[in-house]
Nanobody, 125 residues
Framework: QDPLVESGGGLVQPGGSLRLSCLGTGFILDYYAVGWFRQVPGKEREGVACISSSETDGSTFYGDSVKGRFTISKNKHQNTVYLQMNGLKPEDTAVYSC????????????????WGQGTQVTVSP
């Protein structure tokens, strides 16, 4: 079983909203930094948003392209990390994956060792 399971992806019109969920099945997410990343074919994986563990300061990071539109949050009782996406644009179309690691500095993929399979988000009229 994958340690992280994403859900909530789908097809949405421009300007719409989606909430992605990342469920921790292999460990307690509250003890880890968790990030959301996205990738489109032919391009490198991009850091969308990261949140540090509650044992540190729970600080967040957002990529420039999503600042003000996306929000990352944790629900420790549900062992889930969410990515609320508002004001979606066609360029947000990608496979979104969550990942967990000990900590993050730049919200970049090499900092995270545990990954989910991903969920497709398509923004189209």
């Amino acid at each position: 079983q994958d340690p992280l399971v994403e859900s909530g992806g789908g097809l949405v019109q421009p300007g719409g909203s989606l909430r992605l969920s990342c469920l921790g099945t292999g460990f307690i997410l509250d003890y880890y930094a968790v990030g959301w990343f996205r990738q489109v074919p032919g391009k490198e994986r991009e850091g969308v948003a990261c949140i540090s563990s509650s044992e540190t300061d729970g600080s967040t990071f957002y990529g420039d392209s999503v600042k003000g539109r996306f929000t990352i949050s944790k629900n420790k009782h549900q062992n889930t990390v969410y990515l609320q996406m508002n004001g979606l644009k066609p360029e947000d179309t990608a496979v979104y994956s969550c990942a967990a690691g000990a900590s993050y500095g730049e919200c970049s993929p090499p900092e995270f060792g545990y990954w989910g399979q991903g969920t497709q988000v398509t923004v189209s009229p």
